[in-house]
């Protein structure tokens, strides 16, 4: 390889000339979107006065920009997908890639076979980064992403030991904050619907139910906690099977607002009025949530902000990458409606 003759400036000198990061200079030299115009126009006059020369055998070594991102769907249940938090996060995702010219290329993957199909996908250049939808407790895809150095941003995380970059809401307190409003209210057999509890999410919104029992000085039994899987069949299942083992139900903490949808049907089908004899609060607030009857009170997670969040944080590993994983957690709000 050729040396560098003494005097040559550097692609960090130029970011320096410019006042920008290196990897705003790449992007610059790579022609890539999402670089305002008076920045690019900054780092051309300033590769221009320096004379800098961009080495065209290492970017090709290196391999070009595609201006693309992997939306990477990893839930084995593709009935799952009809749900509203699909649909919503697609959205706000999209929504935050658009100033950017980058294309969003959806991605299913459900077997190991898939996976292997995938990282060599990637891995060949064809995106620039990886952003992970419902990752279950064990999948290895995050860390097949991470070992091969591929830009990648999980929705969520696998467990409180989560190393990979991820956004999430703060489930536990979410969670907790509504248990707290039932029983402000006079509510004390509170019951909870939670979600698949091989998925973090879920197991993070149950702890949230357990805490706010446990300061309140209650005790928790696990015959008033019953499993789903998000969905709208699963939850009305659930509520009856709920109700069955304890009929005294007065309070009910939904881990998704869907599933508090199936939790309203099999109550109104046990002839019991919400929220005058049962109080329910999902989790969501997606637009559902003001059409069921009652209208739902719910946690609100913060979904446009969570999606602007993954995209920036893939969008600056991808210039940049950085020697820290990111984890960034946002805050959720109890949004109070007729259900309780």
């Known amino acids: 390889m050729g040396r560098r003759r003494p005097g040559t400036p550097t692609l960090e000198e130029v970011a320096a000339h410019a006042g920008v990061g290196r990897g705003t200079v790449s992007r610059v030299i790579n022609n890539a979107a999402g670089v305002k115009e008076s ?54 995702l999209g929504d935050a890639l658009t100033d950017t010219g980058m294309q969003l290329l959806l991605t299913l993957v459900r077997s190991d076979t898939d996976r292997k199909r995938f990282l060599e996908y990637a891995r060949g250049g064809r995106v620039d980064g990886v952003l992970l939808l419902s990752v279950h407790a064990g999948d290895r895809l995050p860390d097949m992403l991470a070992e091969a150095r591929l830009p990648t941003v999980m929705l969520g995380r696998r467990s409180g030991d989560e190393y990979v970059s991820y956004v999430d809401a703060d489930n536990v307190g979410g969670a907790r904050s509504a248990v707290s409003h039932l029983l402000a209210r006079g509510r004390r057999a509170i019951a909870t619907i939670t979600g698949p509890l091989d998925m973090h999410v879920a197991q993070c919104r149950l702890r949230g139910y357990q805490d706010a029992l446990t300061l309140a000085g209650l005790g928790y039994e696990e015959s008033l906690v019953a499993e789903s899987d998000f969905t709208q069949d699963s939850g009305r299942r659930a509520m009856t099977e709920l109700l069955e083992r304890h009929p005294e139900i007065d309070g009910v903490l939904a881990a998704s607002d869907t599933t508090a949808a199936g939790a309203l049907q099999a109550l109104r089908a046990a002839g019991r009025r919400v929220p005058e004899d049962v109080a329910v609060i999902g989790f969501d607030d997606f637009p559902l949530a003001q059409r069921t009857d009652p209208p739902l009170t719910t946690v609100r997670q913060p979904l446009e902000e969570m999606g602007r969040a993954m995209i920036r944080l893939l969008l600056e590993d991808m210039d940049e990458p950085s020697v820290a994983y990111r984890h960034v957690i946002l805050r959720t709000e109890l949004q109070v409606r007729e259900s309780a």
């Not at 126009?41 to 300033?46: F, L």
């Not at 839930?75 to 997908?81: A, K, M, Q, S």
Request: no cysteine; charged share 25%; glycine share 4%.
């Open 39 to 92: 920045t690019r126009e900054a780092v051309q006059r300033a590769i221009k006065e320096l004379g800098y020369v961009p080495n065209l055998a290492a970017r090709s070594l290196a391999g070009q920009r595609t201006d693309a991102v992997a939306l990477v769907l990893t839930e084995p249940d593709w009935r799952v997908f009809a749900e509203p938090f699909f649909s919503e996060i697609v959205r706000s």
